[in-house]
């Protein structure tokens, strides 16, 4: 199994160009980053080829999103803000060799119509898709529980496969995080064997607290060895808080744990 560190939310104790060696040394190959564009391209760049970790995936800026606010994916008002997002999320996923990008749905708008929400966040799925398309990126688009997040606009993995069967592209992947579609209380393997031929990333944590593995009640250790079971060979992301120094938290990555 290939395992991945969020550097956004593992290795925090440090900052962000110094997680790329520490994450090196804990013995992750690669990392993902949320938001990487408040440090140089350049600088993240010189720190992973540094240390050695491939960076697999980053998010497209979404605006006020981490502020509490809609995002841009989702509104129709925004559609020029969200494609001027794209060549900064191209900058830097060339710059750090990124193969795959995340886009986040948002929340729903004050004003907007869950139709009209949904409309958008497709043609804007495909506006990506399209754009990345030539780079050798693939776009990915994520489910996230409306109890951390509440408004949120797509919540379990089949909300996002039914907006994915809308949209004109059809290598958009899924990104499934463990983590949420437990708060949204899904059947966690029964979601894994159906939408697998659609599943490009997988992410992690336990719950409820969002802790890392063992630290709440998930059975992360069967999930994760069912999807390598079903045939699953991307990353899976570690994306947990950690309840201590990230360094005391990796008992879970050996490789007799799994």
């Given at each position: 199994m290939r395992f991945a560190a969020n550097l956004s939310m593992l290795f925090t104790e440090l900052p962000l160009p110094q997680r790329f060696a520490a994450t090196a040394q804990a013995g992750f190959a690669a990392v993902e980053i949320q938001f990487p564009y408040d440090v140089a391209a350049a600088e993240l760049a010189a720190a992973a080829t540094a240390a050695g970790v491939e960076v697999i995936l980053i998010n497209v800026p979404a605006g006020d999103l981490m502020q509490g606010g809609a995002g841009l994916a989702a509104q129709p008002r925004l559609q020029a803000e969200f494609a001027a997002a794209l060549p900064q999320a191209l900058a830097y996923a060339q710059a750090?060799?990124?193969?795959?990008?995340?886009?986040?749905?948002?929340?729903?708008?004050?004003?907007?119509?869950?139709?009209?929400?949904?409309?958008?966040?497709?043609?804007?799925?495909?506006?990506?898709?399209d754009f990345f398309r030539p780079h050798g990126i693939r776009v990915v688009c994520e489910a996230i529980n409306d109890i951390d997040m509440p408004g949120f606009l797509l919540r379990t993995a089949d909300e996002l496969a039914v907006l994915l069967a809308t949209c004109n592209s059809r290598d958009i992947g899924m990104q499934i995080d463990l983590y949420h579609m437990a708060r949204m209380q899904q059947d966690i393997p029964a979601l894994l064997s159906k939408h697998l031929p659609a599943i490009a990333h997988v992410q992690f944590a336990d719950a409820p607290g969002r802790g890392e593995p063992g630290s709440g009640e998930l059975a992360l250790r069967q999930y994760l060895q069912q999807l390598d079971a079903l045939g699953y060979r991307g990353w899976c992301a570690a994306e947990y808080r950690p309840t201590r120094p990230t360094v005391e938290t990796l008992a879970w990555l050996t490789t007799d744990a799994w």
């Amino acid at each position: 199994m290939r395992f991945a560190a969020n550097l956004s939310m593992l290795f925090t104790e440090l900052p962000l160009p110094q997680r790329f060696a520490a994450t090196a040394q804990a013995g992750f190959a690669a990392v993902e980053i949320q938001f990487p564009y408040d440090v140089a391209a350049a600088e993240l760049a010189a720190a992973a080829t540094a240390a050695g970790v491939e960076v697999i995936l980053i998010n497209v800026p979404a605006g006020d999103l981490m502020q509490g606010g809609a995002g841009l994916a989702a509104q129709p008002r925004l559609q020029a803000e969200f494609a001027a997002a794209l060549p900064q999320a191209l900058a830097y996923a060339q710059a750090l060799g990124v193969r795959m990008v995340n886009v986040l749905p948002g929340r729903l708008a004050e004003g907007v119509s869950r139709q009209q929400a949904l409309a958008t966040l497709a043609a804007n799925l495909d506006a990506a898709a399209d754009f990345f398309r030539p780079h050798g990126i693939r776009v990915v688009c994520e489910a996230i529980n409306d109890i951390d997040m509440p408004g949120f606009l797509l919540r379990t993995a089949d909300e996002l496969a039914v907006l994915l069967a809308t949209c004109n592209s059809r290598d958009i992947g899924m990104q499934i995080d463990l983590y949420h579609m437990a708060r949204m209380q899904q059947d966690i393997p029964a979601l894994l064997s159906k939408h697998l031929p659609a599943i490009a990333h997988v992410q992690f944590a336990d719950a409820p607290g969002r802790g890392e593995p063992g630290s709440g009640e998930l059975a992360l250790r069967q999930y994760l060895q069912q999807l390598d079971a079903l045939g699953y060979r991307g990353w899976c992301a570690a994306e947990y808080r950690p309840t201590r120094p990230t360094v005391e938290t990796l008992a879970w990555l050996t490789t007799d744990a799994w």
